[in-house]
C-alpha cells in the first residue's frame, strides 16, 4: 500500500521525467514535419537582380513601361558559335534547328562567329529554359563548332546551378565542421549529436516560417539570404547551446540534483541568450531600412533564423539534457566537487596580465586594432561586373567572352530609353555619347517604330559588355544627356546594375546609424547602465574597421578579387557588430553579476576566467560555419565568409578577451554608470 506521503512524491517524480520527454516527442514530430522545408527553399527563390530594385528605381520604372510595347514577358539568352576557320553551312543549320530560329547574326567584321538572341518566358524559370537550351546545343554538335548560352537568362540560370549546393554541400560542411569542434571540446559522442539535433530543429523551423512568407509574397528570398540562413541558425543555435551547457556544467560540479543544476543554468542564461537573440534580431531588422528588396528580405530572414534558434536553446535542448543528466557528458562526467578558484590555466594567466597592466593591455590592443583600420580605405566595394560574381568557370561568362570578340559588348542586351513619341528622334540624337554602339528606335511586328501609350522605345547598343564598369559608366552618361527631355527614362540590364550599386550605397549610409542606436538601447536596458554599452559599441566598431581593413589587404593582394559589391561592408557591419556585440554580452552580464558581490575588478577578472572558454569555443564555432559558405562558388559569399570569420575571431580572441575586460578593470565602478553599482559598488 502507497503510503499518502510516497504518493505526491513518485507523482512529482514521473512529472519531472513526462514534461521533458513531452518537450523533447513534440520537437521531433514537428522536426520531421518542417525539416524538408529547408531543401525545399530553393523554389521560392529569385536570383533575377532586377526583381531587387524599388519600384522607385528608373530601371523599375522603365521595366513597368516596357510591358505597353508587348503582351508578353520575354528574358533573352544568347546563343554564340564560334568557328577560327569560319561558319559553315552545316554550323548554320544545327543553330537554326537546335533554336527554332532563322535569325542568325553573323559576325560584322568576321565570318568566324555569329549569334543568335532567344526570347525565353520569364513568367517560368529562366533556368529550366536556359537549360533545355544548352542540353539541345550539346547533342551533335559539329566538330569544332564552339557554341554557348549567355545573355541575361543565361546569368539567372547559372545563379540558380551555383547555389544549388545550399541545400546539400553548404549543410554537409557547416554540420561537419560544427561537430568536429563540438567533440574536440566537450570530448561526448552524446552531447554534440543533441546540439547538432536542436540547430537542425531551429533549421527546418525557420525554413517552414520562411517558405510559407516567401512562397505568399511577404519578402523577398534569394540564394544569398538563403546561404547565410543556414549557416547563422546553425552557428546561434550551436553558441546559444554552448553557454547554456558550460553554465550547466559549471552548476553540476556544485550539487548531486542534475535537475537543480540545469534549472539554475537555465535561469542564469536566459538573460544573456535572450539579449543576444534579441540584439541580432534587432540589428538584422534594421536591413527593413534598406531601399533593395533583397535586403529588405534578408533582415526578417535572418531574424527568423535566430528566433528559432533561441526557441530550441530554451525548449528542446534543456528538455534532453534533463533526460540525460550527467550521461550527456559522458565518459567524462562532472562530479562534485569543492569550489575553487580559476587561477591558473589560460583564462588565469590572462586576467593575471589585466590585473597588473589594465592600461597598458587596452592601450595596445587599441593600437593593433588601428593598425588593420588603417588599410579600410584600400576596399574597394564600388561594384562589380556581373561576371566576376562566380568563382567557378561557367558558360554565361565564356559566352559573353566570345560575343565581345565579335559583336559589341552589349548585343543581345540593350539599354532600354523610354521618352515621349514626339521626342524619339531627338533622344536617339542625345544618346549617341561616347561607348554606345548604335542607338534605333525598336520596330513593332509591322516593321514601323514601336509606340505605345504615347511613348516611343529605343534601344541603345553599348560597345562594352552590359555588366562591366564601362558599361556602367556609359548608362550614366546616357542618363545625363537624355533626361533633358522631359519624361525620359533609361532602363535595362545595365541600368539596373547602376540602379542596384547606387541604392546599396545609399542604404549603407542610413542602416549603419540606425543599427547602432538600436544596439546601444538593448545594451543600456540589459547593463542598465549608459557608458559601458558606449565602451562595448566603440570596441565592436574599431573591430569592424579592423577587419575590414585586414579583408582590403587579402582580397586585393592574397585572392585577387576584382572588388566587391557595395553591399558586402553593410553585411558585413550589421553582422559583426550584432554577433560581435554578443560576445559582449555574454562576458559583461556574467561580469555584472560578480561585479554585486565582489566588486568590479575582482568581478571582471572572474567573469572572464570563468566565461573565457564557452566563449572562445562559440566564437570559434561561429567562425568555422560562417567559413563554410565559401564552398559556394559566389564573390558576394566567399567575401562575407571571410569578413565575419575573421571578424569574429578577432572579437573573440582580443576585442573580448583582452579590450574590454582590460577597460572594464581600468574605468572601475564607474563604467556602471549612471545605475547604483557605479556608486555604491565596490571597485
Request: glycine residues 8%; contains cysteine.
Amino acid at each position: 500500500m502507497i503510503s499518502e506521503v510516497e504518493h505526491p512524491a513518485r507523482t512529482r517524480s514521473r512529472l519531472r521525467w513526462l514534461l521533458p520527454a513531452l518537450i523533447a516527442v513534440a520537437w521531433l514530430i514537428f522536426g520531421g514535419f518542417s525539416g524538408p522545408y529547408a531543401g525545399k527553399l530553393s523554389q521560392v527563390t529569385e536570383n533575377d537582380s532586377s526583381s531587387f530594385l524599388p519600384a522607385s528605381a528608373e530601371a523599375t520604372e522603365v521595366g513597368e513601361l516596357q510591358k505597353q510595347f508587348s503582351s508578353s514577358s520575354v528574358i533573352p539568352a544568347i546563343v554564340v558559335a564560334e568557328r577560327p576557320s569560319g561558319l559553315t553551312e552545316a554550323d548554320k543549320r544545327f543553330l537554326t534547328d537546335r533554336t527554332s530560329s532563322s535569325r542568325i547574326v553573323p559576325a560584322p567584321q568576321s565570318d568566324a562567329g555569329a549569334q543568335v538572341i532567344v526570347l525565353l518566358d520569364a513568367t517560368n524559370d529562366p533556368g529550366d529554359g536556359v537549360e533545355a537550351l544548352r542540353d539541345a546545343l550539346a547533342r551533335d554538335t559539329p566538330d569544332g563548332l564552339k557554341v554557348l548560352v549567355t545573355g541575361p537568362a543565361a546569368q539567372v540560370a547559372d545563379l540558380k546551378e551555383a547555389f544549388g549546393g545550399i541545400d546539400g554541400l553548404l549543410l554537409l560542411v557547416a554540420g561537419a565542421v560544427v561537430a568536429l569542434i563540438l567533440i574536440i571540446v566537450y570530448r561526448s559522442p552524446l552531447l554534440p549529436l543533441l546540439v547538432l539535433l536542436s540547430a537542425v530543429f531551429a533549421l527546418g523551423t525557420a525554413s517552414l516560417a520562411v517558405y510559407l512568407l516567401a512562397d505568399h509574397d511577404v519578402l523577398a528570398l534569394n540564394g544569398q539570404s538563403q546561404g547565410i540562413l543556414f549557416i547563422l541558425v546553425f552557428g546561434a543555435a550551436t553558441d546559444y547551446a554552448l553557454l547554456m551547457i558550460s553554465r550547466y556544467r559549471e552548476e553540476l560540479r556544485t550539487t548531486d540534483d542534475a535537475r537543480s543544476a540545469l534549472r539554475t543554468a537555465w535561469r542564469s542564461t536566459i538573460e544573456p541568450i535572450a539579449a543576444s537573440a534579441g540584439t541580432v534580431i534587432l540589428g538584422v531588422l534594421c536591413l527593413l531600412f534598406s531601399d533593395l528588396n533583397s535586403n529588405k528580405g534578408l533582415g526578417p530572414v535572418a531574424a527568423i533564423g535566430i528566433g528559432a534558434a533561441f526557441l530550441t536553446t530554451i525548449t528542446f535542448l534543456p528538455a534532453v539534457l534533463a533526460l540525460c543528466g550527467r550521461n550527456a557528458f559522458w565518459p567524462f562526467r562532472p562530479a562534485v566537487a569543492p569550489p575553487k578558484e580559476e587561477t591558473g590555466g589560460l583564462w588565469g594567466r590572462v586576467s593575471g596580465w589585466i590585473s597588473r597592466a589594465p592600461r597598458t593591455v587596452w592601450i595596445v590592443t587599441t593600437v593593433v586594432l588601428l593598425a588593420g583600420g588603417a588599410f579600410l580605405p584600400q576596399l574597394k566595394a564600388s561594384g562589380t561586373a556581373q561576371s566576376d560574381v562566380f568563382l567557378t568557370p561557367v558558360d554565361s561568362v565564356a559566352g559573353q567572352e566570345v560575343l565581345s570578340r565579335y559583336f559589341p559588348g552589349g548585343s543581345g542586351s540593350p539599354t532600354v530609353i523610354i521618352t515621349p513619341a514626339g521626342q524619339a528622334q531627338a533622344v536617339t540624337t542625345l544618346a549617341r555619347v561616347p561607348g554606345v554602339s548604335d542607338v534605333r528606335q525598336s520596330a513593332g511586328p509591322d516593321g514601323k517604330p514601336a509606340e505605345a501609350g504615347g511613348l516611343a522605345k529605343i534601344d541603345a547598343v553599348l560597345a562594352d559588355p552590359p555588366d562591366s564598369d564601362a558599361a556602367v559608366a556609359t548608362v550614366q552618361r546616357i542618363r545625363e544627356a537624355v533626361h533633358a527631355v522631359d519624361g525620359t527614362k533609361v532602363g535595362g540590364p545595365t541600368a539596373t546594375l547602376l540602379d542596384t550599386r547606387e541604392t546599396s550605397e545609399h542604404d549603407r549610409m542610413i542602416i549603419i546609424p540606425i543599427v547602432l542606436v538600436v544596439i546601444f538601447l538593448v545594451l543600456a536596458l540589459l547593463l542598465r547602465s549608459l557608458l559601458a554599452p558606449l565602451l562595448l559599441i566603440g570596441t565592436v566598431v574599431l573591430s569592424f574597421a579592423a577587419t575590414m581593413g585586414v579583408s582590403a589587404l587579402v582580397f586585393n593582394h592574397v585572392f585577387d578579387f576584382p572588388g566587391a559589391d557595395p553591399v558586402v561592408p553593410l553585411f558585413g557591419f550589421v553582422f559583426l557588430v550584432a554577433l560581435g556585440i554578443d560576445y559582449n554580452i555574454f562576458l559583461m552580464t556574467r561580469v555584472r553579476e560578480e561585479a554585486g558581490r565582489i566588486g568590479t575588478r575582482d568581478g571582471t577578472l572572474r567573469g572572464l576566467r570563468v566565461t573565457g572558454g564557452v566563449i572562445t569555443s562559440a566564437g570559434v564555432v561561429l567562425a568555422a560555419t560562417f567559413a563554410a559558405l565559401a564552398v559556394l562558388p559566389i564573390l558576394f559569399l566567399a567575401q562575407l565568409a571571410f569578413i565575419v570569420a575573421f571578424g569574429v575571431l578577432l572579437d573573440t580572441l582580443l576585442v573580448r578577451s583582452l579590450l574590454v575586460p582590460a577597460l572594464a578593470v581600468d574605468v572601475g565602478r564607474k563604467i556602471w554608470w549612471p545605475s547604483k553599482l557605479a556608486k555604491t559598488g565596490r571597485e
